[in-house]
């Protein structure tokens, strides 16, 4: 968690618009597994010419729309985040596919996916700020959102189960002190243990879920 002078979380729309120019080399430079769990994530989609519909929640600078595009160049893909300077880099950096992308900013917790539009739904870095009843909402919609056959792709941060309910409760005390209000998004990490994410996604409807990388504090997951 990145907290603001005054030591208050920083909202997280707010947080990124901050870091989005510099966010791509950040991450590169900083985050461990950070290309394992892009390229996994993008390495399960199907290689094809078919228009694929892909949703990408909290698609950021877009840093896994060229591994996407590789494997599926006429795909059309919906890309939500909150951040206008993070879709800002996206545009900059893919003008030349622009008219196969849909660029939304907003939260995707309101924004509707509808049903039965998607062979895929895809998230990187994204999820670990939402706690077990958010995710939960979420990817029930996610489930309604994909086509018969469709996967849903994560790639993210996790903790070993030991470690995982040491965020949850720093997360807490800043509710219970007043320090954040629930109806505010912040920057704050409240990562899963895999187990934990598993059991999210099955309660949320999914009949398969599979672990299909796993690193240090990394994991890509599929849910159908």
């Known amino acids: 968690m990145e907290n603001s002078e005054n030591n208050t979380p920083v909202e997280i729309g ?45 698609c950021g600078t877009g840093i896994e729309l060229e591994m996407i595009l590789d494997r599926a160049s006429n795909a059309r893909i919906t890309c939500i985040d909150i951040s206008g300077g993070m879709l800002e880099e996206l545009r900059r950096k893919y003008a030349d596919a ?6 939304i900013q907003g939260s995707f917790l309101d924004i509707p996916f509808g049903e039965e539009n998607y062979e895929y739904v895809v998230s990187v870095l994204a999820m670990h700020h939402f706690t077990y009843p958010l995710k939960l909402n979420l990817y029930q919609r996610v489930r309604k959102a994909l086509r018969a056959g469709g996967m849903y792709l994560e790639g993210d941060y996790y903790l070993p189960p030991e470690e995982e309910g040491q965020h949850l409760a720093e997360y807490q005390q800043l509710l219970n ?48």
């Open 177 to 224: 002190t007043g320090t954040i209000t629930p109806d505010i998004g912040y920057h704050i990490d409240i990562p899963f243990s895999i187990a934990r994410q598993r059991e999210v996604l099955l309660e949320a409807g999914f009949l398969k879920v599979e672990v299909i990388y796993e690193g240090a504090n990394a994991a890509v997951f599929s849910a159908c």
């Open 98 to 103: 622009l008219k196969q992308l849909e660029v």
């Open 14 to 58: 707010a947080f990124f618009d901050d870091k989005a120019s510099t966010y791509d080399d950040h991450q590169k430079e900083n985050i461990a597994n950070f290309g394992y769990r892009h390229m996994n994530v993008a390495g399960a989609i199907e290689e094809t010419s078919r228009e694929l519909r892909i949703l990408d929640l909290g």
